[in-house]
């Protein structure tokens, strides 16, 4: 079996963004109503990789999402839209991240990152290296003088 070929690989987060539009972005202390509420598939990992198979790119995403109705409407999402998802790691240990995005009449937007509920998201766990990593540009540099 031949390996796919791919025009873009993207690493990077997948969630589940939930979107309020209001008339204004509350200032401190502050509470705005809002006119809209929406949840989507979201993450900037996840959106640029739908964005490139959008431009009819072959496209991979690595990212880590949890084992939740949330991940599998993430997968859902990729799917219909044509990223290859192979290598998106379920963590049966964690739930996908969520985050609070807040949205005015003008279309400025605040992402309440403070508030980003993400245990999967913090980090893709990478295997034990098998070779020794090449040396940083400050070992070099010091070796040289």
Request: with cysteine; glycine share 12%; hydrophobic share 40%.
């Amino acid at each position: 079996m031949r390996a796919q070929e791919l025009d873009v690989v993207v690493v990077g987060g997948a969630n589940t963004d939930f979107l309020i539009r209001g008339p204004s972005l509350p200032g401190p202390g502050r509470s705005v109503e809002g006119d809209t509420f929406q949840q989507a598939p979201g993450g900037k990992g996840a959106n640029q990789a739908v964005g490139a198979a959008r431009l009819e790119a072959t496209v991979a995403l690595i990212a880590r999402i949890g084992q939740d109705a949330r991940g599998d409407a993430i997968l859902s999402r990729l799917a219909d839209e044509r990223v290859d998802a192979k290598a998106v790691l379920r963590d049966a240990e964690a739930e996908t991240g969520a985050v609070l995005v807040m949205v005015d009449a003008s279309g400025e937007k605040r992402e309440s990152s403070g508030f980003l509920i993400s245990t999967c998201g913090r980090s893709i766990r990478r295997a034990p290296a098998t070779h020794s990593p090449p040396p940083s540009r400050s070992a070099s540099r010091r070796e040289r003088t």
